[in-house]
């Protein structure tokens, strides 16, 4: 098997930071109302898809009241394309119920994890866009591939590659998780476009090392 180099990821990871600093994630959203919501809907479903829904969504239910007034079934007509829509339009009316005005959305992990449909990928999502102290590191499903190819995680589970980045890399560089999930929309994809990848110095899977030595996986 092919040794990997010691990598030092605060460093090496510099490069990937700086090409999308601050860049707006692919879901759009004027407020944290309305992030919340399409990070809900997303879930298994493509950003492009609830871009396309979500503005019809925000003109019937503008905020958190509004949807706290509604019942699931009222949401169907406008999220029926979504998969999961039945079980989602529960989920956002009771966390409109729960929370019941937007300022009371909450901004840590604690209690964004606390509501119905939202785990820690989606906790990280909305706190970046709230700009809200970082907790953790986005783990989708491009980071799912990118960060073991990459080299910093062996592992397939998004609990354990969250936990392998935020030990290598210091907390004021865990965006570095919104970082890989451009960089897999963008360069390192299920049929990587390696000789354009500003990683690929130090990327285990270009260089054959470690569990990529026996033959390249996508």
């Known amino acids: 098997m092919a040794k990997a180099p010691k990598i ?24 944290v109302y309305e992030m919340l919501v399409v990070v809900v809907l997303s879930a298994q479903s493509t950003d492009d898809l609830i871009n396309q829904i979500s503005p019809k969504l925000f003109e019937a239910f503008p905020d958190i009241p509004a949807l706290a007034k509604a019942e699931p079934e009222m949401l169907w007509p406008y999220i029926i394309k979504v998969r999961g829509s039945k079980k989602k339009a529960e989920w956002l009316v009771r966390i409109a119920k729960e929370i019941k005005i937007d300022k009371n959305i909450p901004l840590s992990m604690e209690g964004l994890v606390a509501l ?23 783990v989708d499903i491009h980071v799912l591939r990118v960060a073991p190819r990459l080299g910093i995680s062996e592992s397939e589970k998004a609990e354990k590659i969250e936990e392998d980045i935020m030990e290598v890399l210091p907390e004021n ?35 054959g090392w470690g569990m990529w030595s026996k033959g390249k996986k996508s």
């Open 8 to 31: 030092e990821w605060k460093e090496a990871i510099k490069p990937l930071l700086k090409k999308y600093k601050d860049k707006k994630h692919p879901l759009d959203a004027r407020n």
């Open 116 to 138: 119905p449909g939202i785990g820690r990928k989606s906790a990280n999502v909305i706190m970046r866009y709230a700009k809200a102290p970082v907790e953790g590191v986005i």
């Open 173 to 207: 560089e865990w965006d570095a998780g919104m970082a890989m999930s451009f960089h897999g929309r963008e360069i390192c994809r299920p049929k990587p476009l390696c000789p354009e990848c500003i990683m690929k110095s130090v990327c285990a899977y270009y260089n």
